[in-house]
């Protein structure tokens, strides 16, 4: 079975960091790009941060820009999104996503999601 599944997600105070990672499970990671996308009840869904599988180029959503940064750890076939200095308006459901491009439409597979809650 193909399939994605996210881990990392809990509740934090604002300012404190959390990881995020991404594994799959029945095939690689390698020839994909990967996506961190969030999606607030009501809201679609948008793209947080991707890493390219060609170049390992990255992309980042203006609002997460020098807060949040993406990896892949070939060796554990993995894709980790660090999460640092976290706002509550980061509070979302993030899914990891496998695709050809940075889009939601681009995506092949999805993990269920992971939440995260940022509150005081």
Known sequence: QLQLVESGGGLVQPGWSLRLSC???GFTLDYYTIGWFRQAPGK????VSCISSSDGST???DSVKGRFTISRDNAK???S???SSLKPEYTDVYYCAAGDYCSPRSM???GKGTLVTVSS
Do not use: I, K, P
């Open 108 to 110: 092949h597979y999805w």
């Open 59 to 61: 992309y980042y959503a």
């Open 77 to 79: 076939d993995t894709v």
């Open 44 to 47: 679609e869904r948008e793209g």
């Open 23 to 25: 594994a799959a499970s």
């Open 81 to 83: 999104l660090q999460m």
